[in-house]
C-alpha cells in the first residue's frame, strides 16, 4: 500500500488506491473507523449496522450521544430502502444526488441501522456523496456508512487528510487520502418528516435551488433543536476570536478577504465567487488559526446562493466568543 508523506508522522494517512480501498473496507466491516474524503469535507466512517463502533464513533470526536449521525449509501434506491422518500424526497434525490444534500426522512421499521446513531428519532439522515472514492468505498462494502465530519465536535471541519490527521490521527484506523474535497462545505441538511420541507443546515446545495424544485423551506429557528439536534450556535470553531464583516483591520488582527481586499493576508476569492469561498473556508480559517496573531477579521460575503452557507458557519464560529 503506497502511504502519502504525512504517515512518515506516525499516523494513518494512505492514498486512497484499490488496495487501500480495500483495507477501507475490511476495516470498517471489523467495526474499525475509516476517515474518507467526499465532496463536501472528509468523513469519520464505521458500519452504521454496529452498534461498537458507533458508539466508538461518538467517543473519538467527543460527540453528545444526543446529536445524531447521517448515514452515506451509494445509490438512491439503497436509500429508499432505509427512509420513506416521499415525492419531495425522490425528486430531491433525483436531482441532486449524488451530491451535497442530506434528506431527513422517516426511517422505515425494516432499517436495521444502529439506535445510537439515530440519537432516539424516528428519522434517519441519509445522502449520497458525488466522490469516487466514497462511491467506491461504499459500493464495496455494501452497508450503509455513518460518516459525521472527521473534526473533534465542534472543530472546523478538515478539508484535506492531513486535516483529518492533525485533528483525529491516532483514533482512527485509516485515513484514505483523496485531496483536497471539492465543495468544501458540509451538506445541506433539509428535514422532509412532516408535510413542511425544513432547512436543518445550510450547505453545499444553494436553498434556491432546492425551493425552484420543491417549493419554500421553512427555516429552522434556534428553539426547535429537537429538529436539528446537532446545531449549537457555536460550532465549527477555530481557536481565534472571529470578527465578521469587517471593512477594516484593528491592531493584532489578520483580515481573511473575499473580493477586492488589498490587505487581506488570505483571500477566500479574490474575484468575488461564492464556490471558491466555500472551497476555500476551513481550510483558511484553519491556517490563520495556526499563525501568532490575536483574531481573525472576515470581509462581509454576500448572503445569497452558497454565500448563506458559508455566512452560516462564519457566524456560527464568531458565536463561541
Ligand atoms: O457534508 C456532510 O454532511 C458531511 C460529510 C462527511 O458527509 N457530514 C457531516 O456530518 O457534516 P455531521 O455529523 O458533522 O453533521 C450532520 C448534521 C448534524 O447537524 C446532525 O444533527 C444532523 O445532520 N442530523 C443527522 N441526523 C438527523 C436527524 N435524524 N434529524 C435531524 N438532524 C439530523
Ligand atoms: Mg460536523
Same mark, same amino acid.
Given at each position: ?19 487501500? &480501498? ?32 458507533? =458508539? ?45 444534500? *442530506? ?43 455513518? =460518516? ?22 491516532? *483514533? ?33 446545495? *444553494?436553498?434556491?435551488? &432546492?425551493?425552484?424544485? &420543491? ?56 474575484? =468575488? ?49
Amino acid at each position: 500500500m503506497s502511504r502519502s508523506q504525512t504517515n512518515t508522522l506516525g499516523n494513518r494517512v494512505v492514498l486512497a488506491t484499490a488496495t487501500a &480501498i480495500t483495507e477501507a473496507v475490511r476495516l470498517i466491516r471489523c467495526g474499525g473507523l475509516v476517515a474518507f474524503p467526499t465532496e463536501t469535507v472528509y468523513g469519520l466512517g464505521a458500519d452504521a449496522g454496529n452498534s461498537q463502533a458507533i =458508539a466508538n464513533l461518538f467517543l473519538v470526536k467527543g460527540r453528545p450521544l444526543s446529536n445524531p449521525l447521517i448515514v452515506h449509501v451509494d445509490s438512491i434506491d439503497f436509500a429508499s430502502a432505509l427512509v420513506e422518500l416521499d415525492t419531495r424526497g425522490m425528486a430531491l434525490a433525483s436531482r441532486f444526488w449524488p451530491g451535497p444534500l *442530506t434528506l431527513v426522512a422517516r426511517r422505515r421499521p425494516s432499517c436495521l441501522v444502529s439506535p445510537l446513531l439515530g440519537a432516539g428519532l424516528d428519522t434517519l439522515a441519509v445522502r449520497v456523496p458525488a466522490h469516487p472514492i466514497a462511491l467506491a468505498l461504499l459500493n464495496k462494502v455494501g452497508c450503509p456508512i455513518a =460518516a459525521p465530519s472527521a473534526n473533534p465536535s465542534g472543530r472546523l471541519s478538515p478539508t484535506t487528510a492531513a486535516h483529518v490527521a492533525s485533528l483525529l490521527s491516532d *483514533t482512527v484506523d485509516l485515513i484514505l487520502d483523496g485531496g483536497p474535497c471539492q465543495v468544501g462545505l458540509e451538506s445541506t441538511v433539509v428535514s422532509l418528516s412532516s408535510s413542511h420541507a425544513t432547512l436543518l443546515r445550510p450547505g453545499g446545495i *444553494t436553498t434556491e435551488a &432546492i425551493t425552484d424544485l &420543491i417549493g419554500p423551506l421553512i427555516a429552522v429557528d434556534k428553539n426547535a433543536l429537537c429538529l436539528s439536534p446537532g446545531m449549537p450556535a457555536h460550532h465549527y470553531a477555530p481557536n481565534r476570536p472571529l470578527r465578521l464583516n469587517a471593512y477594516d483591520i484593528y491592531p493584532g488582527e489578520v483580515l481573511l478577504g473575499f473580493g477586492q481586499v488589498p490587505r487581506a493576508t488570505l483571500n477566500l476569492s479574490p474575484l =468575488a465567487n461564492l464556490k471558491e469561498a466555500a472551497t476555500n473556508l476551513f481550510a483558511m480559517l484553519r491556517r490563520l488559526d495556526q499563525s501568532s496573531i490575536a483574531a481573525i477579521a472576515v470581509s462581509p460575503i454576500p448572503a445569497s446562493g452558497l454565500g448563506a452557507a458559508i455566512n452560516d458557519r462564519l457566524r456560527r464560529a464568531a458565536s463561541s466568543y
